[in-house]
């Protein structure tokens, strides 16, 4: 593998699209992100991490709702939200900036377009897999198929408002996967065949 590979991983909610992502790193040896992003986001604002931690859970796109849940439009003239996604964005530049890894989430493989070696892969699985796995997250209070679409219409409304591109279009991704049928380990084991087939082109 080329130095400096940077790997994105995006998901369906429940999709095991977290575990394809730390398998990855981990067959690489290579660093993994994902929410701890919020707790380096929380230190470098200043603001807590729990504030933060909400917020992600709630990815939105409303000004309006950062307003009404939180009471304050943050500093800089942006609103809560905006300033978590500035911040994090600017965290996942500067830890690509240092080496190979592995982003799941976070709009990693739009911030990071221009890299000369990033590889971007959307997992996805069929409700009834997915909700298999979600009945096992405990931050999930009730796994249900309305559950799992409403946290999916979050990511993508996060996505698309911040983007401009259409969060599992299939156009903006090297592969879309499907975990249910593959499996984490056959999953990865194709992403690295991918990966090393287009290093030699």
Not at 67 to 96: E, P, W
Not at 157 to 183: E, H, K, P, R
């Amino acid at each position: 593998m080329k130095a400096n590979t940077i790997i994105t991983i995006s998901r369906q909610y429940g999709s095991q699209g977290r575990e394809v992502g730390q398998e990855l790193a981990n067959r690489l040896g290579i660093p993994y992100y994902d929410r701890d992003l919020i707790t380096l986001a929380a230190k470098e604002s200043g603001f807590s991490e729990d504030l933060f931690d909400q917020l992600d859970r709630r990815a939105t796109n409303s000004f309006l709702y950062s307003l009404t849940m939180f009471g304050s439009a943050g500093i800089n003239g942006l609103s809560l939200t905006d300033q978590l996604y500035v911040t994090q964005r600017n965290i996942i530049r500067d830890l690509a900036a240092k080496g190979s890894c592995v982003f799941v989430g976070r709009c990693a493989d739009y911030i990071l377009r221009k890299e000369p070696e990033i590889y971007n892969f959307f997992i996805k699985a069929p409700m009834e897999k997915r909700l298999e796995h979600a009945k096992d997250d405990p931050k999930v209070p009730e796994a249900t198929k309305e559950t799992l679409e409403k946290l999916d219409k979050q990511r993508s409304a996060y996505y698309n408002f911040y983007t401009g591109q259409i969060w599992g279009n299939a156009a903006n991704y090297d592969m879309c996967l499907d975990s249910g049928v593959l499996g984490v380990s056959k999953v990865v084991d194709m992403i690295l065949e991918y990966i090393d087939i287009a290093q030699k082109e």
